[in-house]
T-cell receptor
Framework: DVKVTQSSRYLVKRTGEKVFLECVQDMDHENMFWYRQDPGLGLRLIYFSYDVKMKEKGDIPEGYSVSREKKERFSLILESASTNQTSMYLC?????????????FGPGTRLTVL | EDQVTQSPEALRLQEGESSSLNCSYTVSGLRGLFWYRQDPGKGPEFLFTLYSAGEEKEKERLKATLTKKESFLHITAPKPEDSATYLCAVQGWGGANSKLTFGKGITLSVRP
């Protein structure tokens, strides 16, 4: 079974705090993704990574940064959390093959910024 | 730009009442179309990958089909435990080659 774990299921932070969300996989998949999911807006891609130390901006990167120092870990960083970053954050992984690459998701982190 | 539209937004069924969920898409060359199930407060769970028009895949009460413009998720004799949000996504050959484009999902409620 594919295993994607996220560091916290629920997190409460204050405005202006630096927030770290970590994602760990045990499948040796090349690609890792961070999404946020909000009611009525669906899944929106924040950042993704094809390889260690590689990162690409997704559709909504503003206010976020990422780090991938090891293949199995992909961290999402909120440099200065704001209330509009309250959301469900989902990590996903996929293989880097030539064909169709289904993504496998972690359980999600529900972040509340007060 | 790839696009995915799912309809209806929400669907309420009686237990045993079969129905279909629709996913319309536009993509610059289809690599794959994916269906996911998502329970409240959890991450999406992968169900199927469809690669080309005419392909069908089944899993228990679910059957996914694909045409050149649409995919359908048919639910036969649903049970209350089938209640969830169902997401459709596509991967095309253009752009960043591992990105998926997701629809907003269809929330299915099955009443006993």
């Amino acid at each position: 079974d594919v295993k994607v774990t996220q560091s916290s299921r629920y997190l409460v932070k204050r405005t202006g705090e630096k927030v770290f969300l970590e994602c760990v996989q045990d499948m040796d998949h090349e690609n890792m993704f961070w999404y946020r999911q909000d009611p009525g807006l669906g899944l929106r891609l924040i950042y993704f990574s094809y390889d260690v130390k590689m990162k690409e901006k997704g559709d909504i990167p503003e206010g976020y940064s990422v780090s991938r120092e090891k293949k199995e870990r992909f961290s999402l960083i909120l440099e200065s959390a704001s209330t509009n970053q309250t959301s469900m954050y989902l990590c996903a992984i996929s293989r880097g093959l030539a064909g169709a690459n289904e993504q496998f998701f972690g359980p999600g982190t529900r972040l509340t910024v007060l | 730009e790839d696009q995915v539209t799912q309809s209806p937004e929400a669907l309420r069924l009686q237990e045993g009442e079969s129905s279909s969920l629709n996913c319309s898409y536009t993509v610059s060359g289809l690599r794959g179309l994916f269906w996911y199930r998502q329970d409240p407060g959890k991450g999406p769970e992968f169900l199927f990958t469809l690669y080309s028009a005419g392909e069908e895949k089944e899993k228990e009460r679910l059957k996914a089909t694909l045409t050149k413009k649409e995919s359908f998720l048919h639910i036969t004799a649903p049970k209350p435990e089938d209640s969830a949000t169902y997401l459709c996504a596509v991967q095309g050959w253009g752009g960043a080659n591992s990105k998926l484009t997701f629809g907003k999902g269809i929330t299915l409620s099955v009443r006993p």
